[in-house]
């Protein structure tokens, strides 16, 4: 797969990088406290960090495991945006975040401790802690790998030259730095997949061109169709009901509404109402971006015959950016491949190093010290962090399409957190140690419902859809528990769950209302609405 690069190619690549390292400066000047470190001050505008939240999704394993994912199971990919995003981005918006943002907590562990307890923000922090590890792990590998094979950059290079970047401009200029870097890295990327995108339909005569020969790939009609056949025989092998249930549902919110590396971003704006609308205004992109990730991976198995078979469906991009991009166009490709790793990989690593300080170090274990302090804890953890994702990196290579494992690992640590939240939330009854046994009961099931996949147990078809289902379980035996565990135990008082519940308002909080926040354009119920109905409505295109 080894790309034909010159030095254009080259130069492209280096004044990315010398851009990145620039913005990472010019942030360190804003840096006076942990607050500034951790959530940017809480000073951005909503549409900077509206494209961050997108961005930061928009990572390395977002792109490639996507267009693996059109290429393995067709246009049913979709669904992780349309069903899978876009309405519990909107619901973030609307419902949750002007309880994380009104709290002024400085992370969702930290919400954890306020509603339940200690315990179960530990809890919840090591979990985050983990899966933020494992996930930048992959997002290293997938890049190093895509290095390797298209540059001939030996694989320890490619891992150590982008980790040592990521580390640079997050050690230097905190979540600031991250956010404007990502708000650059979604146009670099978006200009190296337009391209592809558009040559690879070219070469293969257009729309009605790929559904033909999608018809007569091992798809079949079914590559082609969203919701038809998910009562029966579909490429996913998924019924509606995992699909609705299991990644619309469970997988869906609670990925997007508990994911403190998403979360973060909106945290960081400068009052409640750019908060609210930061995944509103992310959602709108996100409804478009399968046009340049799903439709590349089903353009690629239509002109690559040996792929899901002699190669991986993870290849799919790298084959395309090969057999069709001139040189100029295909540096900004590789740079756009490069940016998507780096926007993924600081969005896991900024995440970390927050929860790391905050809710490990400072709660559990030093604290009470000077604000300088966790400060420099804040710096240590990013390179801590940093380092064991290179050390993580491998474990995703037992997998052809990374998707798969990305899904499983958000049906471990993210199902059995939503249940945890949406309960709490929505019932100021549930009882603090409810919240901690909920959660690790919804989380061992998860694990067990995936190991019981893997020994043969049970059959679920695929391991995509073991993944649906493995979250449904999750949340259902997260919530038995904690009504049961809530029905034994003690509440806490009405007094400490002001405005952290849903009906109960805290008593001294003020308006941060901005001029212009009452026009129809800043209205999070308007524009969310909007944004679930055109999901909605493309739908109607490809049933």
């Known amino acids: 797969m080894r790309l034909d690069v010159n030095l254009l190619d080259y130069l492209l690549i280096a004044v990315y990088f010398a851009t990145v390292l620039a913005i990472g400066f010019a942030a360190r000047r804003r840096i006076s406290s942990s607050l500034d470190f951790f959530l940017a001050g809480r000073g951005l505008p909503a549409w900077i960090t509206g494209l961050a939240f997108v961005s930061a999704n ?72 983990v899966a933020q590890i494992l996930i930048a792990g992959v997002n290293l590998y997938a890049l190093a790998l895509v290095m390797e094979a298209l540059l001939g950059w030996p694989l320890p290079v490619s891992v150590v030259v982008s980790a040592l970047i990521v580390l640079s401009y997050i050690t230097l200029g905190g979540l600031s730095s991250a956010i404007y870097n990502e708000v650059l890295q979604f ?63 469970v997988l869906s919110f609670g990925y997007w509404t508990t994911n403190f590396a998403e979360v973060q971003r909106a945290l960081s704006a400068r009052n409640t109402n750019a908060a609210r609308m930061t995944p509103i205004i992310a959602a709108f992109p996100k409804l478009l971006i399968p046009l340049v990730t799903v439709l590349p991976g089903m353009i690629a198995l239509v002109l690559f015959g040996d792929l899901g078979k002699g190669q991986d469906y993870n290849d799919a991009i790298p084959l395309l950016m090969r057999d069709l991009l001139p040189n100029g166009v295909l540096g900004v490709a590789v740079t756009g491949l490069l940016a998507s790793f780096m926007a993924g990989m600081a969005a896991n690593i900024s995440g970390f190093n927050t929860v790391f300080t905050n809710d490990i170090w400072q709660a559990h274990v030093r604290p009470d010290r000077p604000d300088g302090y966790y400060l420099n804890v804040g710096r240590v953890a990013t390179v ?81 859809n073991a993944s649906f289902w493995g979250a449904g379980i999750a949340f259902a ?67």
């Open 58 to 129: 928009l990572g390395a394993i977002e792109i490639l495991g996507m267009a693996a994912n059109g290429a393995q199971y067709g246009a049913m990919t979709v669904h992780y945006y349309w069903i899978g995003a876009v309405p519990a981005m909107v619901f973030l918006g609307i419902v949750m975040m002007p309880f994380y943002y009104r709290s002024k907590v400085r992370s969702v562990p930290e919400f954890l401790r306020r509603r339940f307890n200690g315990a179960t923000q530990l809890l919840n922090a090591l979990m985050f802690a």
């Open 187 to 249: 146009f670099v990327i978006l200009a190296g997949l337009i391209p592809l995108t558009v040559l690879g339909l070219v070469k293969v005569g257009g729309v009605a061109g790929l559904s033909d020969k999608v018809r007569q790939s091992a798809l079949g009609e079914g590559g082609l169709h969203t919701w038809a056949g998910t009562a029966g025989s579909n490429p996913m092998q998924a019924h509606w009901i995992g699909i609705v249930f299991g990644l619309g549902f």
């Open 384 to 464: 801590a962090g940093v380092a064991l994702g290179v050390g993580t990196a491998f474990i995703a290579a037992g997998y052809s399409n990374i998707m798969n494992y990305l899904q499983a690992l958000f049906s471990f640590f993210n199902a059995p957190l939503f249940a945890t939240f949406v309960v709490g939330l929505f019932w100021r009854r549930m009882t603090p140690w409810a919240g901690f046994w909920g959660l690790l009961a919804g989380t061992l099931s998860a694990f067990a419902s995936y190991f019981a996949y893997k020994a043969g147990v049970v059959d679920f078809g695929t391991e995509l």
């Open 477 to 543: 035996v997260d919530v038995l528990v904690s009504v049961i565990v809530t029905l034994v135990t003690t509440p806490k008082p009405e007094r400490e769950l002001r405005g952290l519940v849903y009906g109960l308002n805290a008593a001294d909080l003020e308006d941060d209302a901005l001029a212009g926040d009452t026009r129809w354009y800043r209205s999070p119920v308007l524009l969310g609405t909007g944004a679930v109905i055109l999901a909605a409505l493309l739908y109607g295109v490809i049933l």
